[in-house]
Every structure is written in structure tokens, then in C-alpha cells.
T-cell receptor
Framework: DVKVTQSSRYLVKRTGEKVFLECVQD?????MFWYRQDPGLGLRLIYF???????EKGDIPEGYSVSREKKERFSLILESASTNQTSMYLC?????????????FGQGTRLTVV | DAKTTQPPSMDCAEGRAANLPCNHS???????VYWYRQIHSQGPQYIIH???NNETNEMASLIITEDRKSSTLILPHATLRDTAVYYC??????????FGKGTRLHILP
């Protein structure tokens, strides 16, 4: 079974903490994505990586950074967590450069910043 | 980027076919139509995709109009487990997948 695994299902952090959300995929996919999902706003793309050490900003990158040192792992970093970053975070992966292929999603990390 | 329009919610009786419409009038010739669904508290799940021809797999059928400006996802025999938000996506610019608001499908017992 193909798999995208997010390191935590639930996470509670304090305001100002540096937070790392980890995502690992075992499908040798080039593309990896981080989304956040909030009620009424749907899934919004934060960052996208199409290769190791390569990244592109999505629609809402402010307050976030990412790291992709290995092909299978894509980390989302909240440099200084704030309460407005309380959200569900979803990681996904897909093959590169092919318009006729699907993305696979992890189960999500529900982050609460207090 | 091509945009999609979906009804915000729909109801379907259990055991009946659920037909979920999607308008994508600005789709370009090489853009695929994808459908995903998201069951509560889970990550989105791929359902099906197509370019021009109708497609069928074990989960659903996808009917794309000849002018490609709209499509319909068909769940042939809906069950309570099909209750989810269904997303129609045609905007896959540079491999980035951009989600809209989707259709919340309620399967009624």
C-alpha cells in the first residue's frame, strides 16, 4: 500500500514555539505538498516541493518555511507558532510532470497553538 | 488557472446513484478533470480522473461533456460511507493541486 505518513495526528504547542511537522512518503514521488485546512476556507496550499532542496510558495506561505533534504521527507516549520496557525495540516505527494496522475494524502496533523 | 464551480451541498438516498456536477468552462485542452473526496477528519482520497473520454473504476464513473466544460461524478450505489466532501479539480498548474470548496454530499438512510 502506498503511504504518506505524518509524524503526529494531534499536536499542542505554545505561542512562540518553533514547530516541526514531518511528512514521509514511500512512493519515490518527486512532488510533495503542505496544505492547511480551516472551516469555511477549504484546503489551501502553503508550500510545494518538486525535488530535493527545491520549493515553491503556495497561496499562504507567510509564517511558514519548509525543508526537503531527502526525497522522501518534507518538513513544514512554524518558526514562531501563533494562535492563528491552529489548523489541520495535510501533506501530500505525487509524481512530477504528469498531468494524469493522482496525489496521495496523509491523515493530517491537527495542530493547536495555545 | 481553470476554475471549477460545484454546488455546496447535495443529498442522496442510500442505494441510489449520486450524481455530482462540476462546471469548468475555462478548462484548457490538456487539463485533466480530477475528483477527490474527503471523509470527515481524514486526508483527501483520489477517486478518478479523465481528459476527454468517460472513465469508470471500482469507485465511480466520470462523465465529461463533449465540449469539456462540465463533468459529472457518479457513485452508482451510494452508501452511508460515501458521505464526504467531493472536490472537482482541473487546475493542476505546474503539478500544483488547487482545491475549491467542493460539494458536501449527505447520504440519507
Amino acid at each position: 500500500d502506498v503511504k504518506v505518513t505524518q509524524s503526529s495526528r494531534y499536536l499542542v504547542k505554545r505561542t512562540g514555539e518553533k514547530v516541526f511537522l514531518e511528512c514521509v512518503q514511500d512512493m519515490d514521488h518527486e512532488n510533495m505538498f503542505w496544505y492547511r485546512q480551516d472551516p469555511g476556507l477549504g484546503l489551501r496550499l502553503i508550500y510545494f516541493s518538486y525535488d530535493v532542496k527545491m520549493k515553491e510558495k503556495g497561496d499562504i506561505p507567510e509564517g511558514y518555511s519548509v525543508s526537503r533534504e531527502k526525497k522522501e521527507r518534507f518538513s513544514l516549520i512554524l518558526e514562531s507558532a501563533s494562535t492563528n496557525q491552529t489548523s489541520m495540516y495535510l501533506c501530500a505527494s505525487s509524481l512530477v510532470g504528469r498531468r494524469n496522475t493522482e496525489a496521495f494524502f496523509g491523515q493530517g496533523t491537527r495542530l493547536t497553538v495555545v | 488557472d481553470a476554475k471549477t464551480t460545484q454546488p455546496p451541498s447535495m443529498d442522496c438516498a442510500e442505494g441510489r446513484a449520486a450524481n455530482l456536477p462540476c462546471n469548468h468552462s475555462t478548462i484548457s485542452g490538456n487539463e485533466y478533470v480530477y475528483w477527490y473526496r474527503q471523509i470527515h477528519s481524514q486526508g483527501p482520497q483520489y477517486i478518478i480522473h479523465g481528459l476527454k473520454n468517460n472513465e469508470t473504476n471500482e469507485m465511480a464513473s466520470l462523465i465529461i461533456t463533449e465540449d469539456r466544460k462540465s463533468s459529472t461524478l457518479i457513485l452508482p450505489h451510494a452508501t452511508l460511507r460515501d458521505t464526504a466532501v467531493y472536490y472537482c479539480i482541473v487546475s493542476v498548474k505546474d503539478d500544483k493541486i488547487i482545491f475549491g470548496k467542493g460539494t458536501r454530499l449527505h447520504i440519507l438512510p
